[in-house]
């Protein structure tokens, strides 16, 4: 979710779980998904899910456009289960997914009465918490048809001597990540802000402290980095600001 840790909000939805489903185990994945990024949101999705065993349950509320028209989805897809809105959290599973129902507002399984700011407690967490307990999906949604909203991550493009991609995000630690797959040919970097070309390292301590490198990720993907610092505040680098990585 992006909904922090401040409020009650992660709090009360596993309140909920945990009153359907007493013997659920909840595992966060994120909370500090910056307000509103649906694409951000996708991505962690994307790159965790298989690391769950079959039969789990994912619940994902980045959900701008709460209390609107767009559809709660449940999507059934390599033996897990997602349960969220219709906006493109989900939009890896879509296409070869088994089984996609729209989520039911009226099934007595949600918790009346429905907050027109709060899907996460009152509609997506009910219905996560029912399906790990055993209730059937079409007890919970009616079959339902495309279209369906899909985001695209960007992808990056055949380049003189490399790839040119961009920055998809940073993560906590300051990185950034990039949509460039990582090559080990890679030789060297280069960011459009940046008077300087940044060395490849295959790992942070590959330079001193405090200086830049690329490195390969955890995720695969080529990330900007800075040792023992914090390459977003320490290179002023921003989402969507384009990346060269040339090959040898």
């Given at each position: 979710?992006?909904?922090?840790?401040?409020?009650?909000?992660?709090?009360?939805?596993?309140?909920?779980?945990?009153?359907?489903?007493?013997?659920?185990?909840?595992?966060?994945?994120?909370?500090?998904?910056?307000?509103?990024?649906?694409?951000?949101?996708?991505?962690?999705?994307?790159?965790?899910?298989?690391?769950?065993?079959?039969?789990?349950?994912?619940?994902?509320?980045?959900?701008?456009?709460?209390?609107?028209?767009?559809?709660?989805?449940?999507?059934?897809?390599?033996?897990?289960?997602?349960?969220?809105?219709?906006?493109?959290?989900?939009?890896?599973?879509?296409?070869?997914?088994?089984?996609?129902?729209?989520?039911?507002?009226?099934?007595?399984?949600?918790?009346?009465?429905i907050s027109s700011t709060f899907h996460g407690r009152d509609v997506f967490a009910p219905v996560g918490a029912h399906i790990a307990s055993g209730t059937p999906l079409n007890g919970l949604g009616i079959p339902c048809a495309p279209?369906?909203?899909?985001?695209?991550?960007?992808?990056?493009?055949?380049?003189?001597?490399?790839?040119?991609?961009?920055?998809?995000?940073?993560?906590?630690?300051?990185?950034?990540v990039t949509n460039i797959e990582w090559d080990e040919r890679f030789e060297k970097v280069e960011v459009e802000t940046l008077p300087n070309t940044i060395q490849v390292g295959k790992c942070y301590a590959s330079v001193p402290p405090?200086?830049?490198?690329?490195?390969?990720?955890?995720?695969?993907?080529?990330?900007?980095?800075?040792?023992?610092?914090?390459?977003?505040?320490?290179?002023?680098?921003?989402?969507?600001?384009?990346?060269?990585?040339?090959?040898?």
């Open positions: 979710t992006d909904f922090g840790l401040q409020d009650e909000y992660v709090g009360a939805m596993k309140g909920i779980i945990l009153s359907i489903s007493p013997e659920a185990t909840i595992v966060d994945i994120s909370h500090m998904i910056e307000p509103g990024d649906i694409l951000h949101a996708q991505f962690l999705l994307q790159t965790s899910w298989r690391f769950y065993p079959p039969g789990t349950v994912h619940i994902c509320v980045v959900d701008p456009g709460v209390g609107t028209q767009r559809r709660g989805l449940i999507v059934r897809y390599m033996e897990h289960v997602f349960v969220g809105p219709d906006n493109g959290v989900f939009s890896f599973a879509l296409d070869d997914a088994e089984e996609i129902r729209e989520i039911d507002y009226t099934s007595q399984h949600l918790l009346h009465p279209p369906f909203t899909k985001l695209s991550i960007p992808k990056p493009r055949p380049a003189e001597n490399g790839w040119e991609g961009e920055i998809l995000f940073f993560d906590r630690f300051g990185n950034a405090g200086t830049p490198l690329a490195l390969p990720g955890s995720r695969g993907l080529l990330e900007i980095s800075v040792n023992q610092g914090n390459a977003r505040i320490t290179l002023n680098l921003k989402k969507g600001h384009k990346v060269l990585a040339r090959i040898k």
